[in-house]
């Protein structure tokens, strides 16, 4: 076991100015990669750790797992985009807890400890099944590339062993697609199944028609993309059923096997499932010994620090805060980059001996897409349907990839498929190699 | 079990024409590809057999391994390829074997048996470990894009350990590429790795100098790319040796462990081993119960026929065949393709009753890469090498891609690379994702 930092090629930049705080982040999703870059010329000494060499853009997540970018085209070497910044290290490594007392983060397989003056949390959060954990393997979420990778495996398998399958009643099961959950993950699953089944595939088969495929919404609550005012609500709604969606509202799921979805009384068959319906926050919140709320997320003061340990932040889907109005921060990529740059502020401030300031969030707006010429946005007030917003929706996400080749590939892809119908990444992969 | 084909959306463009002759071509590589697509508007009903999804442009395949190009840019799902061929159906299965006597191709899993009048064998090569199969876990060769990624993953992790790893042993062992075999794999390969050490992960780590690595290019022979005149070959070696790789030729590879490779006496310490050193056929040329060579390829008559069965096939890595000057044709794309059109050519002359032909061969040139602005080609004669030759190559790959889409999208990514030195697909996935 060892102590970070142990070996260095060349001095940092500030080394002679004295000893300098010690910052780790936890996490380079949003929140944590937002917080590096705000530390940049900071006299502190930053160290990221992830147990993922990559920044992911989650908000496209669903394109790969619907076959239509590849995962590169929405994910960067962390430590390419921190390379400019010298005193910012990048290690690849998962955390396993922290050490509150010794001020100390433990990570896995004893590759050792990072010392730290100030802590950053911002490990995100996983898919949860409300308790129901043996429904994973046959209703995969959608939190990493691997998860769209199995995803797209999945709904193309699907079309494959229809195409050779005798019996109806398992043909009709293999070209059945249940998306649980109609926030925007859910809300884009769906849509983008169907659009494929529709369009994308429907000359490629000989025995079957990809366009009988039944792709269902499931929401266990009155109505699809809570989060969104009412007529937007209903505008995609409207728009998935043009689609061919079917949405069912008001029913929870009470059973999930490999082969069907139990809701209410009726046994869904179904070969494809995919679990968009709930999140449960890194377990790390835990080894901190402070109160937690149902999912698992920190209870943090409004500056963003942890109650009794203001050198701890903890930052984005981790987090549980409320605004002023006593509405519960969303858990999307806005909060947590704000909160990202905001805890990084803070602490230069407590390192200036200033005082630190409570978050203050400033609500840009909210998107998400059905299909080709349809999403809802609602900008500050602001609120748009049809083609206005999927335009919108697709300008404001290229702007905000990482990497000037990212938005290039994407807006090239994008392009393409929206001319031709077509997807760019429909590979199976991931099969026994033999 | 069922027989196909058991149940058809639309009747075939000329089923009222009599009974077709049905033709089932094994493989979706350059060969079985090509072959399906000489039969467009010819009154057979092909169905072509694949147990992947996709058509893999094997030549950059080495890309994918070292981070340049996404799985996606150079594949494409077959029945795409062949969704306008009515007189084609695409079916995604493994094949068990040949039943010759019924003659039938047995699929796997209880999938069903295919019926052929003809059939083209087509199903290629994997890599073989010359009876040393337990070498394979440590030293993964190149045939699919799973292989690719995990080679992409070991090559990119490898230097993320070397970052925090203390034991200055363990640390050069992590940073030693050691690639097994100098033909044109083998020489890209390690050109390839050179370059990301050199180059592209130059200015990302704190506690490494990445310029450190060191690649060893191992071969048994007497000098690399066996199959190019001398004056290329040499001056390939003089390129891989300014990229700074250490190429040692003449000792064959006597063991291979999870972290060491034993070459003669020497035990080079290596946590990253490449094999591109040799291949075996196909299983599915025994089952035909014919004379096989020592790669396990079919003996095949010059027409490319089987011999004792006129009306089965083999082309590609599975057959064996000589040229008029006794030297075996190489197993390369061209080679496939070629016989491809010509075993389809004679299928269609044996069924309207013409007497089949011998092949002939029509050699296009060899071509290599090691880096940027390096490469060898020999072109009818025509020998290149630097620049010029590099130039070449890259043409000549981009316009044999299949689709529009992907040609745009590699010359894009190779534009990038060449002006940033960086690599578009530098991520580490398949890991657990907990």
Known sequence: MMRFPFRRKRPPALADSGPRARVVIVGGGFGGLRAAKAFADAPVQVTLVDRRNHHLFQPLLYQVATAALSPADIAQPIRSVLRGQSNVEVILAGVNSIDVAAKEVVLDEDVGR???????????????????????????????????????????????????????????????????????????????IAEIARFSLARDFRHIDTRDAKVILLEAGPQLLGAFPDRLSRHALRDLERLGVDVRFGKPVTAITPDAVTVGDEIIPANTIVWAAGVQASPLGRSLGVDLDRAGRVLINPDLSVPGHPEIYVIGDMASLKDARGRPFPGVAQVAMQQGAWAAANIQGAIEGRRVRPFRYRDLGNMATIGRNSAVADIRGLRLTGFVAWLAWAVVHILNLIGFRNRVLVALQWLWDYLTFQRGARLITGVAAD
């Open 114 to 192: 990072l010392r730290y003056d100030y802590l950053i949390l911002a490990a995100g959060a996983n898919h949860a099944y409300f308790g129901h954990d043996e429904w994973a393997p046959s209703a995969p979420g959608l939190k990493t590339l691997e998860d769209a990778l199995d995803i797209r495996r999945r709904i193309l398998t699907s079309f494959e062993e229809a195409e050779h399958e005798p019996d109806p009643a398992r043909r009709k099961a293999l070209m059945t697609f249940v998306v649980v959950g109609a926030g925007p993950t859910g809300v884009e699953m769906a849509g983008a």
